[in-house]
């Protein structure tokens, strides 16, 4: 009879709850910022062009071989307005096989391809998760405005200016505790004078012996 109270006492102070569940769909919950979704590739605002280069490292290395795409010759580097002499014509990623591994992102030497946030892709077709280059830079943009992406420029530039100043701040540091450090001979000198000043009397330096003594 005890237990069967205990419990009525506890479904009813459970009642009085703020309810803490999401009613999904229509409710969402917000995203911490680790969390990974399906791969998306970046975009190079300054030039006007995505950061890949249609190298294929991620097509070879994807484990499920979702991934497919064609490379071309970069009309803007021809005009002198883009660094990169290749870029990508067509990719595709079939998200429905993705397995959210992160291995293309590794791989990536140019920093193109990124897990975004993007995680609802449900479709009523089977292949509707089939994503082509427009939707997956969509993609891009939105994580690189979501998660403050740094682009591999700025991230090169600012390490550049941590080692200028650090090579900078060096003699100044080298300098400073110089500075603090006595000098070894200094130090010994002083401390000779201590030594005869406490000494007793007689005890200091001893006299040359005289003529009469010798």
Same mark, same amino acid.
């Given at each position: 009879? &005890? ?12 009642? &009085?709850? !703020? ?9 969402? &919950?917000? &995203? ?13 605002? #300054? ?33 002198? !307005? ?17 397995? @959210? ?34 939707? @997956?830079?969509?993609?891009? !943009? ?13 991230? !090169? ?16 540091? %080298? ?12 130090? %010994? $000198?002083? $401390?000779?004078?201590?030594? #005869? ?18």
């Amino acid at each position: 009879m &005890l237990n069967t109270l205990k419990g009525m006492l506890m479904t009813l102070r459970t009642s &009085l709850r !703020k309810p803490v569940t999401a009613q999904y769909p229509k409710e969402h &919950l917000p &995203l911490m910022e680790r969390q990974v979704g399906f791969p998306a590739l970046t975009w190079d605002a #300054d030039v006007g062009e995505p950061y890949c280069v249609g190298c294929m490292v991620c097509v070879r290395m994807c484990p499920t071989q979702c991934m497919s795409g064609t490379m071309m010759d970069n009309p803007l580097h021809a005009e002198g !307005k883009s660094p990169r002499r290749k870029m990508i014509e067509e990719f595709e990623i079939n998200l429905g096989r993705c397995i @959210l591994c992160g291995i293309c992102v590794e791989v990536c030497n140019f920093d193109a391809i990124e897990m975004s946030h993007e995680h609802e892709i449900s479709h009523y077709a089977r292949d509707g998760r089939r994503s082509d280059l427009p939707v @997956l830079l969509e993609m891009g !943009k939105k994580y690189q405005a979501e998660s403050n992406w740094i682009s591999p420029a700025e991230r !090169k530039a600012a390490l550049a200016a941590e080692k200028a100043a650090a090579v900078v701040e060096a003699p100044a540091a %080298a300098a400073e505790e110089t500075k603090d450090t006595p000098d070894s001979d200094t130090s %010994a $000198a002083t $401390a000779e004078e201590t030594k #005869d000043a406490n000494a007793p009397a007689g005890e200091g330096t001893k006299a040359e012996p005289t003529e009469e003594a010798k």
